[in-house]
Structures are given as structure tokens and as C-alpha cells.
T-cell receptor, first 111, second 112 residues
Framework: QKEVEQNSGPLSVPEGAIASLNCTYS??????FFWYRQYSGKSPELIMF????GDKEDGRFTAQLNKASQYVSLLIRDSQPSDSATYLC???????????FGKGTMLLVSP | DVKVTQSSRYLVKRTGEKVFLECVQD?????MFWYRQDPGLGLRLIYF???????EKGDIPEGYSVSREKKERFSLILESASTNQTSMYLC???????????FGPGTRLTVT
């Protein structure tokens, strides 16, 4: 059974701080990884994806991938209260176009 | 922008009823997916489709069926609704080339 593990949180950070969200995955054949943000009562919204080892930056967001350690992370710089949401990590299942999702980490950014 | 719409935001049905949930996308995406999301269990894949008239079972297909007669439309059918099918149902789409999935707004189904 392919798994994606995330700490459920909540992760609490003050406004302006860096929030660091992490996940690990079990499918060594996974090549692509996705981060979604989900506000309470809403559907998941894609914020970043990463395919290659290393860092990928998009505005205040940086995704990091380490395939050897089977580890993916999302850094949110200058966190804002509007970033308060649940963040879902997903891994593309090898050989398929389906994703396995983690259960999400709740992030709370306090003013 | 990808637009994925679902037929209802909220739905209340009785046990034993046949329930249809519809998903429509306007971006010509090949792949379509149905998930349910429950507290503590996360997103779980019910069925998916790579093309018209094609369907594949996901992780929890029991009690559900699907239909894809047109590329833009993917329907989830609960043949005989049960209370344990009370959940948030989410449709998503993706292309064959990028695998990024885009979600519809979701349907919160309550079966009483």
C-alpha cells in the first residue's frame, strides 16, 4: 500500500515567520510531487509541484525534494494569516496517473 | 484556467436511494477522478477514467459505479445510498502530460 505521511499538526507560526511543512512517501518509484492548500469547507487548490531533486521556488513558496530520503517539504516565507489552511502533500503513483495524498498538515498563522 | 464544476454543493438523500453526482470540466482534460474526503481519513480515490467509456477502480470502489459517456463529463453513481456514504465528494481532472490534478468545489452528501 503506497503511503504519504504528514504530521497532522496544527503547526502554529507567527505572522512573518517561515512555515515548514514536511511529508514522506513510500513509493520509491514516485517521480512527481504536489502540494495542495485546502481551506476549511473548500476543495484542494494546487499551489506547487516538483519533479526534480532540489528546490523549486514560486513567490513565497519553496518546494524541496529529496528522492534518496523520500522526503518532500514546503516552505512558506513571510507567513500570513491568510495562509492558515490544511496543506496536502501528494505523490504520483509510479506507472499511473493517480495520486496518493497525505492526510494533511493544518497550519495556523497568528497575527 | 481549468474549470471543474459539480452538480450540487449540498445534497441530502435517504438510505436506499440512487444518487447521481455529476462532474463537468471545460479544459479538454483526458483524466477524471472521483474522491471522497472524510475527517481523519483524508482523500481516498473511488474511481478514475483515462478516456471516454473507460473506467478504473480506485482504492474504495465498493458501493459506487461511474459513467463517462463524454470527455467532459464524469458521473459517480451510488446505486443504493447508505449512511456510511455520507461524505464530501470531490471530482478532479488532469492531463496525460502533466498529472497535475484540479479539483471541483465538492459535493457534501448526507445520507439519512
Amino acid at each position: 500500500q503506497k503511503e504519504v505521511e504528514q504530521n497532522s499538526g496544527p503547526l502554529s507560526v507567527p505572522e512573518g515567520a517561515i512555515a515548514s511543512l514536511n511529508c514522506t512517501y513510500s513509493d520509491r518509484g514516485s517521480q512527481s510531487f504536489f502540494w495542495y492548500r485546502q481551506y476549511s469547507g473548500k476543495s484542494p487548490e494546487l499551489i506547487m509541484f516538483i519533479y526534480s531533486n532540489g528546490d523549486k521556488e514560486d513567490g513565497r513558496f519553496t518546494a524541496q525534494l529529496n528522492k534518496a530520503s523520500q522526503y518532500v517539504s514546503l516552505l512558506i516565507r513571510d507567513s500570513q494569516p491568510s495562509d492558515s489552511a490544511t496543506y496536502l502533500c501528494a505523490a504520483l503513483n509510479s506507472g499511473y496517473s493517480t495520486l496518493t495524498f497525505g492526510k494533511g498538515t493544518m497550519l495556523l498563522v497568528s497575527p | 484556467d481549468v474549470k471543474v464544476t459539480q452538480s450540487s454543493r449540498y445534497l441530502v438523500k435517504r438510505t436506499g436511494e440512487k444518487v447521481f453526482l455529476e462532474c463537468v470540466q471545460d479544459m479538454d482534460h483526458e483524466n477524471m477522478f472521483w474522491y471522497r474526503q472524510d475527517p481523519g481519513l483524508g482523500l481516498r480515490l473511488i474511481y478514475f477514467s483515462y478516456d471516454v467509456k473507460m473506467k478504473e477502480k480506485g482504492d474504495i470502489p465498493e458501493g459506487y459505479s461511474v459513467s463517462r459517456e463524454k470527455k467532459e463529463r464524469f458521473s459517480l453513481i451510488l446505486e443504493s445510498a447508505s449512511t456510511n456514504q455520507t461524505s464530501m465528494y470531490l471530482c478532479a481532472t488532469s492531463t496525460r502530460t502533466t498529472d497535475e490534478q484540479y479539483f471541483g468545489p465538492g459535493t457534501r452528501l448526507t445520507v439519512t
